[in-house]
């Protein structure tokens, strides 16, 4: 199972910044190749970016590179030089329509046959930040074998309406439970977009349980001091893995008397309700192996 708690941004064309990513315990890092690299150093950044993708790989984390745009003359350039040993994938901006996809695998497909990397073994995450991505949400998740999970761009989709970004979020509730819902229907992990606020430790929180209760399973993040607070909000307590625990094994017990539902604090167990549990176990128990394997290789 594939766990993407935090996706930390790093500017590709600042070395220290990626050299202190190596200790920063995010599931994820995204080597920004996009909106924080000035046009003056895109050469400059993607060159960085393939002799570091290895050595950040060794940590355990899973590691992107935010390309961009296809519209643009980078973005060629951009999958032919990150296209090497230790990447898993790579971030789509503006991911609007399956033909965006259908290019990009092209353009996957070519970097992985002159790279002597395994045909299919490079992923795409893609962002949904514009009202067309938004609009054709589930035909972008659906699209591809390549993609293991969808990102909602909440900066830029309000950029594109015309709308100002608020705390509260009520401006992006529509797109975020659109994208949440494609990624399911998709089977694929469904991220939120970053928390702006750095200093703001209790918003970021609080936002970031209200996207869980919406299906996101991870959430981008810009900052080094939002890892924790979020991966904590992803990570499965031990009160609730127990509890988990308990509606499984009650409910078997049910099923073994000839029972289809059984009470359980006073409240009704049943088949629905113990797969839930049973996923959730699963989820507790990947986020752990996650996080072993991580600690073993900082």
């Given at each position: ?62 590691i ?28 789509l ?60 761009g ?30 399911h ?41 939002q ?28 099923v ?40 073993g290789?900082?």
């Open positions: 199972m594939l766990i993407l708690r935090t996706l930390l941004f790093v500017p590709a064309n600042q070395e220290r910044r990626l050299e202190k990513a190596r200790q920063i315990p995010a599931d994820a890092l995204i080597l920004d190749l996009e909106d924080s690299v000035p046009a003056s150093e895109k050469d400059a950044a993607r060159k960085m970016a393939a002799t570091s993708i290895a050595g950040l790989a060794s940590t355990g984390k899973d992107f590179v935010r390309i961009n745009a296809l519209t643009t003359r980078y973005a060629v350039a951009d999958i032919q030089a990150v296209a090497t040993r230790g990447l898993r994938g790579i971030c901006p503006k991911s609007e329509s399956k033909d965006d996809i259908s290019r990009a695998e092209a353009l996957l497909a070519d970097a992985e046959k002159k790279s002597g990397l395994e045909a299919g073994s490079l992923a795409i995450l893609a962002l949904l930040e514009t009202p067309k991505g938004i609009i054709n949400a589930y035909e972008v998740t659906s699209a591809s074998p390549r993609i293991i999970g969808a990102a909602i909440g900066e830029d989709f309000a950029m594109e309406m015309g709308i100002n970004r608020t705390k509260e979020g009520s401006e992006i509730y529509y797109p975020r439970a659109v994208v949440a819902v494609a990624c229907a998709a089977n694929i992990l469904a991220i939120d977009s970053v928390y702006t606020d750095v200093r703001d430790t209790e918003g970021l929180i609080k936002e970031t349980k209200a996207v869980a209760q919406l299906g996101f399973q991870g959430k981008a993040v810009i900052h080094p001091d890892v924790g607070p979020v991966n904590q909000v992803f990570t499965p307590s031990d009160d609730d893995v127990d509890r988990a625990r308990r509606v499984v094994q009650a409910f078997e017990d049910a073994e008397q000839g029972k289809a539902s059984v009470a359980l604090d006073g409240k009704m167990v049943d088949a629905p309700v113990a797969e839930r549990a049973r996923k959730f176990l699963a989820l507790a128990d990947a986020v752990a192996e996650k996080e072993r394997a991580s600690s290789r900082q």
